[in-house]
């Protein structure tokens, strides 16, 4: 009796070890798109920030007004190509100034020592996810 209740746990066990898996849910796919940045093949951890950063301000809600002037088709929200304008142009201001204010929760991102101003250092992060 004692052999077929040990069975009877081994059989449930390697069910389980294979069938629990298998139910599980695979984990929602990073999608790298943009990532791989120098076109090596190989997805470091600062483009797999970057990534997420772009991912994250795709479809922005407008919070500021420097955000509005770029909402084209007034809906509200900055759409990818919306938002990539609004920050090219900061870009540029912080090339020719070489500093800008922080107006946007989308610039917050890059400035990476909270001081409310992205420097040329941090615009480096931002140079390279425009391009």
Same mark, same amino acid.
């Given at each position: 009796?004692?052999?077929?209740?040990?069975?009877?746990?081994?059989?449930?066990?390697?069910?389980?070890?294979?069938?629990?898996? @298998?139910?599980?849910?695979?984990?929602?796919? /990073?999608?790298?798109?943009?990532? =791989?940045?120098?076109? #090596? $093949?190989?997805?470091?951890?600062?483009? &797999?920030?970057?990534?997420?950063?772009?991912?994250?301000?795709?479809?922005?809600?407008?919070?500021?007004? @420097?955000?509005?002037?770029? #909402?084209?088709? $007034?809906?509200?929200? @900055?759409?990818?190509?919306?938002?990539?304008?609004?920050?090219? =142009?900061?870009?540029? /201001?912080?090339?020719?100034?070489?500093?800008?204010?922080? =107006?946007?929760?989308?610039?917050?991102?890059? =400035?990476?020592?909270? #001081? $409310?101003? &992205?420097?040329?250092?941090?615009?480096? #992060?931002?140079?390279?996810? /425009?391009?």
């Amino acid at each position: 009796m004692s052999y077929r209740i040990v069975r009877i746990v081994f059989s449930f066990l390697v069910i389980a070890f294979f069938a629990f898996p @298998l139910m599980a849910k695979p984990p929602k796919p /990073l999608n790298l798109r943009h990532a =791989d940045k120098n076109k #090596d $093949g190989v997805v470091t951890k600062k483009e &797999i920030h970057m990534e997420k950063k772009w991912e994250k301000h795709q479809h922005s809600k407008v919070n500021s007004k @420097l955000e509005a002037k770029y #909402d084209s088709d $007034g809906n509200g929200w @900055l759409g990818p190509a919306e938002a990539k304008e609004m920050l090219k =142009d900061r870009y540029s /201001l912080i090339q020719t100034e070489g500093k800008a204010k922080v =107006d946007s929760p989308i610039e917050a991102e890059y =400035d990476i020592n909270h #001081d $409310g101003i &992205i420097d040329k250092e941090e615009a480096e #992060d931002l140079k390279e996810e /425009l391009e």
